[in-house]
């Protein structure tokens, strides 16, 4: 028999038969299945996310799995060696992600490049994918639709899912079979939303990160997993994405593939650049998309500048001890009031969990306290000062730990992976600074891109050094700049055009290469 009996029972009861062959380890299975079993490492048995409660016919407990409860297990390491059952807690089903969908462009005229029918934009973020659904007679938009990556089941950044793609058999097959069979959901319910069908669709613009695009196309990301970062293809004009038909879009169906600058300054921040009319800018402006792959882009003296930073997956919750995406149960928000810390929970209810706003606004409150000091060190209770107190906690190993409830805490560890992913950013900033001959002072307005720019307080941000403090106050949120933009180069031809023309201004700086920015990362360590 090559062939075994998963038994999956989930939170509530109810039980659900799997048939997956012997061989296969739990997370495949789960995944494959619907079920969302996150592995922000890309499933290398090092984050312990997908740990679940499981028996039966499985592999020996690997080294990563010594340590873990009796009768737990990594998804990502047990294989099935014949019938099991695994155990779900309620939070191994994709439901209450916050998906941030709107955002701000500048005017194009309406003048779709397709002639009539139904057009849609795309954004495929390394979190989120979001579906914005137009009407080519009109200009009107019909519907919007988006929900979580559901390749965020196979690594939380861009690094894991590239390793994922090269290591995990049919790795880069199953990743594009994710988000082609996704998409292929996402407009068919977008066009039901406005009583069409997916079929009518005839234009389609799609903005990602250059990683996201290749895997979307798929092609093959493995050769941006080493210098000097070289990708496959560039996409925009003359790429060919001839594989509409298998997304429910009609037969003849023209899609854009917004063009990427480099490996790492994708398309995502080229459309949200149009979005934000960095290609109009009089004065200095800065776009800034947090994410685990840091883009940003300076336009002053008439000339754009950009680089990409890997901030890795701390502001989205990975590797964080009790980190978690931006779903129900996360506390997203955290504040100091009379002394006294006040927080939020994403759907209200008890935290299960911190996702990346949180984090910044506790750490800032963590420094507002006393509790951190300026080199990054979580102060054990002996050396905290008293206001601290009550919020730290010494643990089994010995290491202080930031408690905010009783099982949701910050340790000293995540304190490091912020601050590492923090002075990335910065150093990154620093270093765009530095090529246009500026300081932050000459900066006018910082826009800040994407669903985590847009939930993060823009003094918090600054307080913890994200970027220099003294551009809080000229912070602007443009939302989903990258869809935004998708969506003005599919409702506007001369949009379409100003992307090329856009991303052929864009001067890409290398910062693995650039010793100015080694230097910025150090000093941008210090709180």
């Excluded at 947090?290 to 502001?315: D, K, S, V, Y």
């Excluded at 929970?345 to 420094?367: E, H, N, P």
């Excluded at 270093?431 to 891109?449: F, K, P």
């Amino acid at each position: 028999m090559t062939e075994a009996v998963i038994t999956i029972i989930e939170a509530d009861g109810s039980r659900t038969a799997l048939h997956a062959p012997k061989g296969k380890t739990l997370h495949a299975v789960l995944t494959e299945a619907g079920y969302a079993v996150e592995a922000p490492c890309g499933g290398n048995g090092t984050c312990g996310k997908c740990e679940v409660a499981a028996e039966g016919a499985l592999s020996a407990a690997t080294p990563e799995e010594q340590g873990l409860p009796s009768g737990k297990r990594l998804a990502c390491r047990a294989r099935v060696e014949g019938d099991c059952t695994v155990r779900l807690d309620e939070g191994k089903r994709s439901a209450g992600y916050a998906v941030l969908t709107e955002g701000a462009a500048a005017a194009f005229p309406f003048r779709p490049w397709a002639a009539g029918g139904l057009g849609a934009a795309v954004d495929i973020g390394t979190t989120t994918v979001v579906v914005y659904l137009y009407d080519l007679d009109t200009g009107a938009r019909l519907a919007v639709r988006g929900a979580a990556n559901r390749q965020r089941s196979c690594g939380a950044d861009v690094i894991s899912r590239i390793s994922y793609s090269m290591t995990e058999p049919d790795g880069l097959l199953r990743l594009t079979g994710f988000i082609r069979s996704q998409l292929r959901d996402l407009f068919a319910a977008a066009a039901a939303d406005a009583g069409r069908s997916a079929a009518e669709i005839r234009a389609v613009t799609v903005a990602g990160n250059t990683v996201m695009a290749h895997l979307f196309t798929g092609l093959s990301p493995a050769r941006l997993s080493k210098l000097p970062f070289t990708p496959e293809s560039l996409f925009g004009e003359g790429f060919a994405a001839d594989f509409g038909a298998e997304l429910g879009l009609a037969e003849d169906a023209e899609m854009l593939i917004v063009p990427a600058v480099s490996g790492y300054v994708g398309g995502d921040i080229v459309a949200a650049a149009l979005a934000a009319g960095l290609d109009r800018a009089g004065a200095p402006v800065l776009l800034l998309d947090i994410g685990t792959n840091g883009e940003m882009a300076l336009a002053a003296g008439g000339r754009i500048f950009c680089c990409a930073t890997a901030a890795g997956p701390a502001f989205e919750g990975a590797g964080i001890a009790c980190g978690m995406g931006g779903t129900d149960g996360a506390l997203a928000r955290a504040a100091l009031q009379n002394g006294a810390l006040a927080c939020e929970v994403i759907g209200g209810g008890k935290a299960r969990g911190i996702c990346g706003s949180g984090l910044i606004d506790l750490l800032a409150a963590m420094l507002d306290l006393g509790a951190v000091d300026e080199t990054g060190r979580l102060l054990p209770p002996d050396e905290a000062p008293e206001a601290a107190l009550p919020y730290i906690r010494e643990q089994e190993d010995g290491e202080a730990a930031f408690y905010v409830a009783e099982d949701v805490f910050v340790s000293g560890r995540d304190v490091r992976q912020l601050q590492l992913a923090k002075a990335a950013i910065a150093g990154g900033i620093a270093t765009l600074l530095d090529e246009a001959g500026l300081g932050a002072e000459a900066v006018t307005t910082l826009y800040l891109a994407g669903g985590f720019g847009n939930k993060i307080d823009p003094v918090n941000a600054g307080k913890i050094g994200l970027y220099p403090a003294e551009l809080a106050a000229r912070a602007v949120s443009v939302g989903n700049g990258a869809g935004a933009g998708a969506a003005a180069a599919l409702c506007s031809a001369s949009a379409r055009a100003a992307l090329t023309r856009l991303r052929d201004r864009m001067e890409y700086i290398e910062l693995s290469a650039d010793p100015r920015f080694m230097d910025h990362y150090v000093e941008q360590m210090m709180f």
